[in-house]
């Protein structure tokens, strides 16, 4: 079975600084897509960053990009420049031709002025 | 833009009561799946349906039913709640993989089963 790991239950940062949320997965499948998703407090569950298994080229959206290890089978999330709002539950995610997403348990992250 | 409604942002309901979420999507989509949220479990996927009158059993799906009767909506049923079933449930959707893997949601629906 597919899993998700992701190690950090929470994390904080200072605003304007940069964090990175580690997210390890587990698949058998050669071709598969990864995704960042974010969640802000009682706001809608909202698509950070998506990643095709088999480009090396890692992703980027602004100040959101990944690290993209196929071979240690780690997708960690860079975010630049912190802001408040970028404060959130962010929930690393894998599919493949199942169209099920597998989610991992997910870090709540914290931004401070 | 995409938009995924649910019904109720809140619900308060009793033990044994017949509870339907409603979820309804503006996009055509053929996809669309129910998840149940949880602190320190993630989101598990209950239902989903690739297509009208077509459902499959997710990871979860004991004490729970589904029903797509037309292309926009799917509704998630709990035949008789319980308290174990309080928790927020997530509605979304997609296109097939084949054209996109992006999945949509909805706001979410907090349930409370007393």
């Known amino acids: 079975a597919q899993t998700v790991t992701q190690s950090q239950p929470e994390m904080s940062v200072q605003e304007a600084e940069t964090v990175t949320l580690s997210c390890t997965y587990d698949t058998s499948e050669s071709n598969y897509y990864l995704f960042w998703y974010k969640q802000p407090p009682s706001r809608q569950m909202i698509l950070v960053i998506r990643q095709e298994a088999y480009k090396q080229q890692n992703a980027t959206e602004n100040r959101f990009s990944v690290n993209f290890q196929k071979a240690a089978k780690s997708f960690s999330l860079k975010i630049s420049d912190s802001q408040l709002g970028d404060t959130a539950m962010y929930f690393c995610?894998?599919?493949?031709?199942?169209?099920?997403?597998?989610f991992g348990k997910g870090t709540k992250l914290t931004v401070n002025p | 833009d995409v938009k995924v409604t649910q019904s109720s942002r809140y619900l308060v309901k009793r033990t044994g009561e017949k509870v339907f979420l409603e979820c309804v999507q503006d996009?055509?989509?053929?996809?669309m799946f129910w998840y149940r949220q949880d602190p320190g479990l993630g989101l598990r996927l209950i239902y989903f349906?690739?297509?009208?009158?077509?459902?499959e059993k997710g990871d979860i799906p004991e004490g729970y039913s589904v029903s797509r009767e037309k292309k926009e909506r799917f509704s998630l049923i709990l035949e008789s709640a319980s308290t174990n079933q309080t928790s927020m449930y997530l509605c979304a959707s997609s296109l097939p993989m084949s054209v996109t893997d992006t999945q949509y949601f909805g706001p979410g629906t907090r349930l409370t089963v007393l």
């Open positions: 995610a894998f599919i493949r031709g199942s169209e099920k997403l597998v």
């Open positions: 349906s690739y297509d009208v009158k077509m459902k």
């Open positions: 996009m055509d989509h053929e996809n």
